[in-house]
């Protein structure tokens, strides 16, 4: 049987050393270590370039090599034959190949001394098992499938985001041990991504915001393309670094308005895959675990296609939701409980909104729920319709491939984590009410 790269792909992990054997042109032989031989397709491969040594010189006179790997689990050897095509500097293989390689040289110790400066894209001329009472041919893990389809299936009576969001996460975990798992949202306009469903954290982060571009989440989601790192890396731990980089750069008033990622502190396993439809992103599926090398190339695939069907979930059920074309009635004020009254204080300049001088929420969902208590306030009207919030020109939402419905859901767990007076619930298709529970005082303030 011909072997191709996808049968020996868990040699690709990193787990153990790979080596590289090139030829100078005088005949000259040159053996050395390679930090990464990354997975590119069935007839390619693609090997880190770090710096210009005696290899480098050889393969751009002389593009033929042969790379020997190793199976982590049979210790079985293989041996790659290779002609190298092209380096390539910049877009998804080499952001990839470099979240990876941060992760090796942090768990070498080689943090500043690693750096990638390209990935080397091979062709695979053949693939040779080493002789040998260990050189089995390595098996693909197909634990998975049956996890992956158990998964797709909790996701296909979802009639509402909400409920999609949480079968997702909770099937990940019930199907696929994976314990530790978040959603992530697109905001286009702003360029940043905001979490709206979570698992396994003591605090749920929900409303926290990652920059598109930053950390493996961010980098995955600018490349649309999913990053998988097996060893902690210090540059993509969000849970160390994002607060302190923040504060080195943000203003004291946007320090209050920060809701603390709720990424593991000891992460030593990531996987980010993007949400997309087409070339346009809807968010980010992000799991975690304290396990060195937890995540598996089988695993990357079986997300890929667990997001691939959660992206077009997500689109049709964001659709669905707006098409209620009845707006929804003034309706009488509800009763409120007397006693002290809430205050709702609103800054005009971020749309920020605190409830008691406790910071809830900001952006389009801030700006969303002060229409809604400003409505309860004047008009009497709790009943609400997502399409009459699309139709709202004072609330300046993004265009219709902004997802509303997914900003309601974040504002719902908001509201639900932090006040208990305050809270949204859905009536129905694109319907959802205000319930207030006390007297609510409205303070505006044009900025902070």
Not at 208 to 216: L, Y
Not at 236 to 243: K, N, P
Not at 287 to 295: D, G, K, T, Y
């Amino acid at each position: 049987m011909k072997l191709t790269p996808g049968a020996i792909r868990r040699c690709l992990e990193g787990a153990v050393p790979s080596t590289i054997a090139t030829c100078a042109p005088d005949g000259t032989p040159n053996v050395a270590y390679l930090s990464q031989v990354h997975y590119v397709d069935e007839e390619h491969v693609a090997l880190s370039y770090q710096f210009f040594n005696t290899t480098r010189k050889n393969i751009l006179v002389n593009p033929r090599a042969t790379v020997q790997v190793v199976d982590p689990v049979t210790a079985a050897h293989y041996r790659l034959h290779l002609r190298y095509l092209r380096t390539e500097t910049a877009g998804p293989l080499f952001e990839n190949m470099k979240a990876k390689l941060a992760g090796i040289a942090s768990h070498t110790g080689m943090s500043k001394v690693f750096r990638l400066l390209g990935s080397d894209i091979y062709a695979v001329l053949a693939i040779e098992a080493v002789l040998g009472p260990a050189a089995t041919v390595a098996e693909r893990d197909q634990h998975l499938l049956p996890g992956l389809r158990a998964c797709l299936s909790g996701l296909a009576g979802c009639e509402d985001l909400a409920r999609l969001f949480d079968a997702a996460l909770q099937g990940l975990n019930r199907h696929c041990g994976i314990r530790h798992a978040m959603l992530l949202m697109h905001d286009e306009r702003r360029r940043r991504l905001y979490t709206v469903a979570t698992r396994g954290y003591p605090e749920s982060g929900v409303g926290s915001e990652i920059a598109v571009g930053e950390g493996i989440i961010g980098v995955a989601a600018r490349e649309r393309t999913p990053i998988r790192i097996g060893y902690a890396a210090r540059e993509y731990l969000y849970s160390r670094v994002m607060r302190q980089g923040f504060a080195d750069s943000a203003s004291v008033d946007d320090l209050e308005t920060e809701i603390p990622f709720p990424g593991l502190p000891d992460s030593s396993s990531q996987l980010a895959v993007p949400l997309t439809v087409g070339s346009r992103l809807l968010g980010m599926l992000y799991v975690e675990s304290p396990e060195e090398l937890r995540f598996t190339y089988e695993d990357e695939d079986a997300l890929v296609l667990l997001a691939s069907h959660l992206a077009l979930r997500t689109e049709l059920l964001s659709h669905a939701a707006e098409q209620q074309e009845e707006p929804a009635e003034a309706a009488p004020a509800p009763e409120v409980v007397d006693g002290r009254p809430l205050v709702i204080r609103h800054f005009a300049a971020d749309h920020s909104v605190f409830i008691d001088s406790d910071y809830l929420i900001k952006g389009v969902a801030g700006a969303i729920l002060w229409k809604l208590v400003r409505d309860f306030v004047e008009a009497g009207r709790s009943e609400f319709t997502n399409r009459e919030l699309r139709l709202d020109r004072s609330l300046r939402l993004p265009d219709i491939t902004d997802n509303l419905e997914a900003r309601l859901i974040l504002l719902q767990r908001r509201l639900a984590e932090r006040s208990r007076l305050l809270a949204i619930e859905k009536t129905g298709r694109g319907r959802f009410r205000l319930n207030v529970r006390r007297p609510l005082r409205l303070e505006d303030a044009p900025g902070r």
